[in-house]
């Protein structure tokens, strides 16, 4: 039987920190092998980052943005002056182009991963909605996302119709800021050929819906996925950490995780 992968886990003291802990326990292909937050942070069994890459194949990071990256170049010189350096698992969203640019740079020298939604359900429809949309033409079949959330949420359309919608676009071989409709009121006219369009719910306590509507003239073809419990990010960050093992350096996502990215 193989050893399990060991995992630190960044933001330890954060929610979703607590969330990636507790979805350790009780599984036999990880193990929880450090947990660590702010040099300033203190904590029962908190370690520094330092001990925390030494101690880890892989670290699951849902921090913020510039705090990722110096974990990522943290890994990269371990990479260079150490035998071992842990590969690392990013859900940190917002970053800059110069702090992607960082982490592109160390995943020359380890393995990242990372993906603005880990939920596996979510990055499976968006292999499946690339592939409708190679499969289907533009010139029959309209696409429309359609997401709903709880009456909180402040931005929309959501990040995850955004990958939706741009998944849609790779397929079809397009860009998705030249076919994007987000707004309709009034008397707008027809639709146009091609466009992918947004249709947005805010109300109550909607974890997440979404669904990608291929509309044709005598049939309606609808992928969709339901988040009913916000566990599931945490849940799919673990399952990248474990398919990391044994993976060479580079930056990947959920869909290699997947299997979607040939």
Do not use: C
């Not at 599984?27 to 929880?32: A, G, I, K």
């Amino acid at each position: 039987m193989s050893q399990p992968v060991k995992i630190a886990v960044a933001g330890a003291l954060g929610r979703m920190g607590q969330a990636v802990i507790k979805t350790l326990e009780g599984r036999h292909d990880v193990v929880l092998a450090a947990r660590f937050d702010r040099p300033e942070a203190q904590g029962e069994l908190l370690v520094s980052a330092d001990a925390a890459l030494a101690a880890a194949d892989a670290v699951i990071d849902f921090t913020l943005p510039e705090a990722s990256a110096l974990l990522a170049e943290a890994a990269a010189a371990r990479a260079v002056h150490h035998a071992h350096a842990p590969a690392l698992v990013i859900g940190s969203t917002g970053f800059s182009p110069e702090q992607l640019a960082r982490i592109e740079a160390a995943a020359q020298k380890v393995v990242i991963v990372r993906s603005g939604n880990y939920s596996l359900g979510v990055n499976m429809l968006m292999g499946l909605v690339r592939q409708a949309a190679a499969a289907l033409p533009a010139s029959d079949w309209d696409i429309e996302v359609f997401e709903a959330h709880h009456k909180r949420k402040v931005d929309a359309p959501s990040g995850t119709a955004l990958m939706l919608a741009e998944a849609a676009a790779q397929g079809r071989g397009v860009d998705l800021d030249q076919v994007s409709d987000r707004a309709r009121d009034g008397v707008t006219g027809p639709r146009q050929e091609g466009a992918i369009g947004f249709s947005v719910v805010r109300g109550g306590g909607i974890v997440g819906e979404h669904s990608v509507i291929f509309a044709g003239e005598s049939e309606t073809l609808t992928l969709s996925h339901s988040a009913i419990d916000r566990g599931l990010f945490a849940r799919g960050a673990v399952a990248a950490a474990a398919w990391t093992k044994g993976k060479p350096p580079g930056l990947y996502d959920m869909q290699d995780v997947l299997g979607f990215q040939k």
